[in-house]
């Protein structure tokens, strides 16, 4: 088990991607691209593995920020910045659905609004253009060991209690081509 730290407030290298991610001048879907392989870049497939690596420590985290924040969320990672603590680790920011809902991407909505979140914690990566415009975006499920799960069972159970029964509202900045044509 190695301890990561969360970037807080949001790192630079989330701020980085503030205009690809939640730059409203353009569609979500012309800003947020989730179609790419993640072994074509070369930093993007690095962090891949580095995730599967630090999956224990990285569950434990998004637990533990879950817990703390009482709220869904998920971490988020850019291939291309590192902990400036840490030029070996990569920087790790956490964003609620609240904050999510304002990308306007269905995909990432989605993902926070109906994982499990005693059961699976959500990493997403992301590679933003040289531009500054549009990232790339892919995005792991780890699953939380049953220790973590167990050892917090109560707290995790009164929170998704308690959030089931709050409405989850995605929004998304156009209406899909399958509700316009009636399909």
Sequence with gaps: YVRIKLQSPRSTSLQAA????????????????????????????????????????????????????????ALFVNADSR???SAEEPSVDWLSFEEVVSTYDHTLQESLAFYEPENQVLV????????????AMWRRKIEVPHHVRNINRVRLAGITERLSKRRVVITVDKLSRFLLTGC
């Excluded at 392989?37 to 990285?58: C, F, N, T, Y």
């Excluded at 997403?124 to 990232?135: A, E």
Aim: net charge positive; charged share 15%; glycine share 8%.
């Design 18 to 73: 503030d205009k690809a991610l939640f730059g409203h001048g353009r569609l979500a879907s012309e800003r947020i691209h989730w179609m790419f392989s993640p072994w074509k870049d070369e930093r993007v497939a690095i962090l891949m593995h580095w995730i599967q690596a630090m999956g224990h420590s990285l569950a434990i985290l998004g637990v533990n920020k879950f817990i703390q924040s009482e709220c869904r969320g």
């Design 83 to 85: 902990n400036w603590q």
């Design 124 to 135: 997403f990566v992301l590679l933003l253009s040289p531009s500054g415009n549009s990232v």
